[in-house]
């Protein structure tokens, strides 16, 4: 599967941005589907993931701020950011979990303060 994300920009900090992650096959199949990202310096870490049963994960810094969203009949997946955080700035990955793991290309969010 290939994955293309889009997205990101600058925002200032509070404001909000909808990542968009397009699969070049259908989703519907895919058990588990998320968002990763990385810091500059910093280790890649896991957003939120999504099943196919919608149940939703996200690391701790992001609940209550984040929403992940799969929209299988599109083939797409969604993370809502809200109340963005300058220490929310990172490339962010989408991924989809199958054989092994698949890797959008990134799309980078800048919250400024």
């Known amino acids: 599967v290939q994955l293309q994300a889009s997205g990101g920009g600058l925002v200032q900090a509070g404001g909000s941005l909808r990542l968009s992650c397009a699969a070049s096959?259908?989703?519907?199949?895919?058990?588990?589907i998320g968002w990763y990202r990385q810091a500059p310096e910093k280790q890649r870490e896991l957003v939120a993931r999504?099943?196919?049963?919608?149940?939703?994960n996200y690391v701790d810094s992001v609940k209550g701020r984040f929403t992940i969203s799969r929209d299988n009949a599109n083939n797409m997946m969604y993370l809502q950011m809200a109340s963005l955080k300058p220490e929310d700035t990172a490339v962010y990955y989408c991924?989809?979990?199958?054989?092994?793991?698949?890797w959008g290309q990134g799309t980078l969010v800048t919250v400024s303060s």
């Open positions: 096959r259908r989703i519907v199949s895919i058990n588990t």
């Open positions: 991924y989809a979990l199958m054989d092994k793991l698949y």
């Open positions: 999504i099943t196919t049963h919608n149940t939703s």
